[in-house]
């Protein structure tokens, strides 16, 4: 089945640098690429996703890439609060387009610092 | 954003006994997952459910049971807990038509002694 290597596992940043995530992925049928935010105590939310059809999707202060040809998707976070510190999971979709089946990351623990 | 609640919030259990985890939502998915989340291993889907009645294994079924026996509620069951089931379980719903996105409740720790 699907598996999804994620790295760094952890991530220091100065505040308003830029933070970047990246992610692997073997299914070449994967659709689908969530990214989510997890904060201390809480459930993860997503913040951001991209299809197959795209190539790079913005959210304000998130940009995510694919490169479908190197099964490789990253998240970046440009100009980083303090707010941004968080556990962030990729996903991609392992199954089919008829039912969403996602597999995770390992996860990245990130701090942003003053 | 999708209502999924989660009872309860935390548990002990001694090992060899039985443990049920709800989930409810409230938004008319047809698609409901559960997860655990232990350090190391990010999210690892346990059973996932097409719809009321349907049951499907995940990637780590071992151990765990799951009922859906309404749109709204998905219960996992674990019939004998085991200390490595220590772990924190995220229920969550989506539906297809939302664009695949899943969206987690506020999760349920679970210590077994």
């Known amino acids: 089945g699907e598996q999804v290597e994620q790295l760094p596992s952890i991530l220091r940043v100065q505040e308003g640098s830029s933070a970047s995530i990246n992610c692997s992925y073997e299914d070449s049928a994967s659709n689908y690429f969530p990214w989510y935010k997890q904060e201390p105590g809480e459930n993860p939310k997503l913040i951001i996703d991209i299809r197959s059809n795209m190539e790079r999707k913005q959210i304000q202060e998130l940009i995510v890439l694919l490169d479908k040809k190197a099964k490789r998707f990253s998240l970046h976070i440009t100009d980083t609060q303090p707010g941004d510190s968080a556990m962030y999971f990729c996903?991609?979709?392992?199954?089919?387009?008829?039912?969403?089946?996602?597999?995770f990351g390992q996860g990245t623990s990130l701090s942003v610092v003053p | 954003e999708a209502a999924v609640t989660q009872s309860p919030r935390n548990k002990v259990a001694v090992t060899g006994g039985k443990v049920t985890l709800s989930c409810n939502q409230t938004?008319?998915?047809?698609?409901m997952y559960w997860y655990r989340q232990d350090t190391g291993h990010g999210l690892r889907l346990i059973h996932y459910s097409y719809g009321a009645g349907s049951t499907e294994k995940g990637d780590i079924p071992d151990g765990y049971k799951a009922s859906r026996p309404s749109q709204e509620n998905f219960s996992l069951i674990l019939e004998l807990a085991t200390p490595s089931q220590t772990s924190v379980y995220f229920c969550a719903s989506g539906d297809w038509g939302e664009g695949d996105t899943q969206y987690f409740g506020p999760g349920t720790r679970l210590l077994v002694l």
């Open positions: 996903a991609a979709s392992g199954e089919s387009s008829s039912f969403s089946k996602l597999v």
């Open positions: 938004n008319n998915h047809n698609n």
